[in-house]
Nanobody, 129 residues
Framework: QPQLVESGGGLVQPGGSLSLSCAAS????????IGWFQQAPGKEREGVAC????????QYGDSAKGRFIISRDLAKKTVYLQMNSLKLEDSATYYC??????????????????????WGRGTQVTVSS
């Protein structure tokens, strides 16, 4: 059973940076697409970024473009989300998720919540002065 555990959340000032980690276990990371999502209180979960199973394709939600970077380390079985120039509206619980995406779709990923099968429990990010 695939398991995902997020970490790295915390309190950061506007304009600051934070790096989130998603530790994967129970499945081969190079056969799954991984996505990052955010959910603020009272709002729907939104896609932030994704990385394909091949690692060659990344996609970003509109709010993340130019500020966030998704990457992964296969040896550590970890996917990262580097968040820069953080804004108050980035405050949310951040989740990582996984979906099988090997073979002919190894270069594919998207940031739509319904695509993903397995989810972590989230890590809280608070941007505040």
């Amino acid at each position: 059973q695939p398991q995902l555990v997020e970490s790295g959340g915390g309190l950061v000032q506007p304009g600051g940076s934070l790096s989130l980690s998603c530790a994967a276990s129970g499945f081969p990371l190079d056969y799954y697409a991984i996505g990052w999502f955010q959910q603020a209180p009272g709002k729907e979960r939104e896609g932030v970024a994704c990385i394909s199973s091949s690692g060659t394709n990344t996609q970003y939600g509109d709010s993340a473009k130019g500020r966030f970077i998704i990457s992964r380390d296969l040896a550590k079985k970890t996917v990262y989300l580097q968040m820069n120039s953080l804004k108050l509206e980035d405050s949310a619980t951040y989740y990582c998720a996984a979906v099988p995406a090997g073979g002919s779709i190894h270069d594919w990923c998207n940031v739509y919540e319904r695509t993903y099968d397995y989810w972590g429990r989230g890590t809280q990010v608070t941007v505040s002065s």
